[in-house]
Structures are given as C-alpha cells and as structure tokens.
T-cell receptor, first 115, second 113 residues
Framework: DVKVTQSSRYLVKRTGEKVFLECVQD?????MFWYRQDPGLGLRLIYF???????EKGDIPEGYSVSREKKERFSLILESASTNQTSMYLC??????????????FGQGTRLTVV | AQKITQTQPGMFVQEKEAVTLDCTYD???????LFWYKQPSSGEMIFLIYQGSYDQQNATEGRYSLNFQKARKSANLVISASQLGDSAMYFCAMRGMYNQFYFGTGTSLTVIP
C-alpha cells in the first residue's frame, strides 16, 4: 500500500520555537508538496520540490522554509513559530512527468497549535 | 497564475438524490489536469476522479462523474445516488505544466437521510 507519512498527528509548540514537520513517501515520487489547510481557505501551497535539493515557493512561503536532502523525505521548517501559523499541515507527493493524470497522494496531516 | 474557484461553501442533498458541486478554474497552461478529492471528517484526502484538458469525454468513476466544459473553464463533480457516507469536504484541484497542484476552498456536502 502506497504511503505518505507525516511524523506527527498533533503538535503543540511555543511562539518563537523552531518547528520541524517531517514527511516521508515510499512511492519513489519526484514531486513533494507542503500545504496548509484553514477553514474557508482550502489548501494553500507553501512550498514544493521536484527533485532532491530543489524547491520552489508556493503561494504562502513567508515564515517557512523546506529541506529535501533525500528523495523520499521533505521537511517543512517554521523558523520562528507564530500563533498565525496554527493550522493543519498536509504533505503530498506525486510522480513527475508530462502526463497530467497522476494524482497527488496525501499524508494524514499534522495539526499544529502555536501557543 | 493558476486559480481554482469553488463558490459553494456548503451543500445539502437528500439521500439517493444526485448533487452537483461546482468548480471553475483559470490557467494559461495549454495542458492541465483536473482532480476532485474527498476529505471526510477523519481528515484523509481521498482521490475521486481525474479529467485531462485534452480528454474528449467526461470522466466517470462509479457514482462520480465530471461535467467538463473546457470553453467555460468549469469541471463540476456530479455525485449520483448520494449516500450518507458521501458527507464530507470536497476539493477541486488542478495540476499545471510545472507539476504543482492548486486547490479550491472546498465545498462541505451534507447528505440528509
């Protein structure tokens, strides 16, 4: 069974802390994504990566950075957590290629609360 | 820039009836893919159906079908014979030429017994 696994289901962190959210996929996918999901706003793309060590900013990269040192692992970093980063974070992966019919596979999500 | 618009924050449907969830999109990419996902209260994202921009026929997957109107840039999801288990958030998404997936704001569907 194909899988995208996020390291934590729930996290509570203090304002100003550096926070790491980890995501691992076992499907040998080239593309990996980080989204945040907020009520009424849907899923918004933070960063994505199309290869090891490659990254592109999404729509809301401010306050976040990412790391992809290995193909299967994509980390989201909150450099200095703030209360407005309290949200559900979803990691996803997909195959790269010219074909459009390859869906994204999602992890179970990490609900982060910053206090 | 890619944009997905879902204008129905919430929808209600009677059990066994059909329901249409709206999705419009905007892109300058000549080739793209459109996807629908279901997110039950458990939070997992479940892929439902795919439509390619060059596909001549509307996609169907069991009780799900996609009403694709390319000229109007719409890709509405039709769920036939609604079941209680269909109650969930539904997201429309688009994959563009550079492989990003962009999502809409979602529609919350409630199936009434």
């Amino acid at each position: 069974d194909v899988k995208v696994t996020q390291s934590s289901r729930y996290l509570v962190k203090r304002t100003g802390e550096k926070v790491f959210l980890e995501c691992v996929q076992d499907m040998d996918h080239e593309n990996m994504f980080w989204y945040r999901q907020d009520p009424g706003l849907g899923l918004r793309l933070i960063y994505f990566s199309y290869d090891v060590k490659m990254k592109e900013k999404g729509d809301i990269p401010e306050g976040y950075s990412v790391s992809r040192e290995k193909k299967e692992r994509f980390s989201l970093i909150l450099e200095s957590a703030s209360t407005n980063q309290t949200s559900m974070y979803l990691c996803a992966s997909s195959k790269r290629g010219s074909l459009m019919n390859t869906e994204a596979f999602f992890g179970q999500g990490t609900r982060l609360t910053v206090v | 820039a890619q944009k997905i618009t879902q204008t129905q924050p919430g929808m209600f449907v009677q059990e066994k009836e059909a329901v249409t969830l709206d999705c419009t999109y905007d892109t300058s990419d000549p080739s793209y893919g459109l996807f629908w996902y279901k997110q039950p209260s458990s939070g997992e994202m479940i892929f439902l159906i795919y439509q390619g921009s060059y596909d001549q026929q509307n996609a169907t997957e069991g009780r799900y079908s996609l009403n694709f109107q390319k000229a109007r840039k719409s890709a509405n999801l039709v769920i036939s014979a609604s079941q209680l288990g269909d109650s969930a958030m539904y997201f429309c998404a688009m994959r563009g030429m550079y492989n990003q997936f962009y999502f809409g704001t979602g529609t919350s569907l409630t199936v009434i017994p």
